[in-house]
T-cell receptor
């Protein structure tokens, strides 16, 4: 079936290092993707999005890469900080307001 | 105001109780959503409201009854729940059902425990 998933359930990085979180999707018709950050006890928070007519988009310390050929999405966080510790979800817009979330990656930043 | 506010933050209810979850936004968004999130799992869509009308019901059991009294409010009425319904219930909103630019704005959720 169609799904949006993440390769790794947990990721541990040293403070100051760069983090890369991956996501695979199976619906080749998907045209809009979003990365969310969810801290403990909070709802998901929008980080960055990308449309399928783009390969790369940059924000403040974050970059999203989209490879449509292999249906792969990644989130890169530069100079990871303790405040970046959270669960990260990719989400796929299936139309009609339906966002389908991937399984999530828990990022842990070691000081 | 750029927030989605959910109340209560925590709720414990028995299987014979009736309770309601409340969600409010004042961003002028015309689409509102209920999601359910189990521990260590991604959010799963339950309902979509567009212009105060139910647009999508993802085959949710009838013990969950949504209501959208006006464009700023969304309720979820709960009745005869089961322990497996214990979860974080998230409300979200977007400009419209067809416009999810920047994704949804999520509330912090209601942590529900059914005993």
């Amino acid at each position: 079936g169609e799904s949006v998933g993440l390769h790794l359930p947990t990721l541990s990085v040293q403070e100051g290092d760069n983090s890369i979180i991956n996501c695979a999707y199976s619906n080749s018709a998907s045209d809009y993707f979003i990365w969310y950050k969810q801290e403990s006890g909070k709802g998901p928070q929008f980080i960055i999005d990308i449309r399928s007519n783009m390969d790369k988009r940059q924000g403040q310390r974050v970059t999203v890469l989209l490879n449509k050929t292999v249906k792969h999405l990644s989130l890169q966080i530069a100079a990871t900080q303790p405040g970046d510790s959270a669960v990260y979800f990719c989400a796929e817009n299936r139309g009609r307001g339906k966002l389908i979330f991937g399984q999530g990656t828990e990022l842990s930043v070691k000081p | 105001d750029t927030e989605v506010t959910q109340t209560p933050k925590h709720l414990v209810m028995g299987m014979t109780n009736k309770k309601s979850l409340k969600c409010e936004q004042h961003m002028g968004h015309r689409a509102m959503y209920w999601y359910k999130q189990k521990a260590k799992k991604p959010p799963e869509l339950m309902f979509v409201y567009s212009y105060e009308k139910l647009s999508i019901n993802e085959s949710v059991p009838s013990r969950f009854s949504p209501e959208c009294p006006n464009s700023s409010l969304l309720n979820l009425h709960l009745h005869a729940l089961q322990p497996e319904d214990s979860a974080l219930y998230l409300c979200a909103s977007s400009l419209s059902q067809g416009n999810t630019n920047y994704g949804y704005t999520f509330g912090s959720g209601t942590r529900l425990t059914v005993v």
